[in-house]
């Protein structure tokens, strides 16, 4: 039996993915960033988590040469933020505030929280990596209530507060 890559494309889309930047300082003291559709926890002991990036990715290259990378969970008003680190842009900072952690990464203002990590371990995975990164540090980055960005049969939207509890 044959499968499509389409096909598995499009039955996957109707799982939400929560939408993320990930951010980091080169040896050169630039900042560097990419958009993730992939991100979870792995562990709780020690405290991983897990992302994708594609294996062509330059962004990737540098953030996994840096050595250390800032989760950025996106809040459902920042489409614009994923869209401009999705891109091939070289200075995709431009025009966007933010400041570092305590371990010198780049943490986005508006963003629902980030996860400072050290590079744990990278593994092939078909045509993308599974990177595990060790957190050091995390937090809300504001005490405003936001929605994160997800990515939902394509499109781009919010999570729906539930008004009654599960059962």
């Not at 993730?36 to 040469?65: H, N, Q």
């Not at 929280?113 to 937090?139: K, N």
Request: hydrophobic share 45%.
């Amino acid at each position: 039996m044959s499968l499509d890559p389409q096909k598995f494309r499009s039955i996957l889309s109707h799982y939400p993915t929560g939408v993320c930047v990930i951010t980091a300082m080169t040896a050169r003291g630039e900042a560097i960033g990419m958009t993730v559709g992939t991100f979870t926890s792995v562990s709780l002991d020690p405290l991983l988590i897990g992302f994708f990036p594609d294996r062509k990715s330059t962004s990737w290259s540098e953030i996994a040469a840096a050595g250390r990378f800032c989760v950025n969970i996106l809040a459902n008003d920042q489409e614009w933020l994923c869209r401009k680190f999705a891109t091939r842009e070289r200075d995709k900072f431009a025009e966007v505030v933010h400041r570092l952690s305590e371990n010198g990464q780049p943490i986005l203002d508006g963003a629902v929280a980030w996860i400072d990590c050290s590079l744990y371990a990278v593994h092939e995975a078909g045509d993308h990596y599974l990177v595990l990164g060790q957190v050091e540090a995390m937090a809300l980055a504001s005490e405003r209530v936001a929605s994160p960005l997800i990515f939902f049969q394509g499109k781009f939207g919010q999570v729906a507060s539930i008004e009654t509890p599960l059962a």
